[in-house]
């Protein structure tokens, strides 16, 4: 049973910093990619970023390019997600997501195949 678990979601300051991570577990990721997304109260999903398991390439929102940085460390089946120069409307759940295709079949989320629980991020200002 493929499992994806998130933490490292708290209360931060505007301008702070946080490193959400994603366990995966229960298959292999090869020929996968994993992605964070986010909801904020009374919105839709949005888009975070996205790293090919196999050789890390990434795709990043317009929202958090330059601020967020996804990365995966295989050997732990982990992926990252570290946020930086947060703002107030970075306050959302956090869930992290598996899948395949291309980056836009991923970002619309029609492409991932799993789905974590989520971590609640909240920005305060």
């Known amino acids: 049973q493929v499992q994806l678990v998130e933490s490292g979601g708290g209360l931060v300051q505007d301008g702070g910093s946080l490193r959400l991570s994603c366990a995966a577990s229960?298959?292999?990721?090869?020929?996968?990619?994993m992605g964070w997304f986010r909801q904020a109260p009374g919105k839709e999903r949005e888009f975070v970023a996205a790293?090919?398991?196999?050789?890390?390439?990434?795709y990043y929102s317009d929202s958090v390019k330059g601020r967020f940085t996804i990365s995966r460390d295989t050997a732990k089946n982990t992926v990252y997600l570290q946020m930086n120069l947060l703002k107030p409307e970075d306050t959302a759940v956090y869930y992290c997501?598996?899948?395949?295709?291309?980056?836009?079949?991923?970002?619309?989320?029609?492409?991932?195949?799993?789905w974590g629980k989520g971590t609640l991020v909240t920005v305060s200002s």
């Open positions: 229960g298959r292999t990721f090869n020929g996968y990619a």
């Open positions: 790293i090919v398991w196999s050789d890390s390439r990434t």
């Open positions: 997501a598996a899948g395949r295709g291309t980056w836009a079949r991923l970002a619309s989320g029609s492409g991932m195949e799993y």
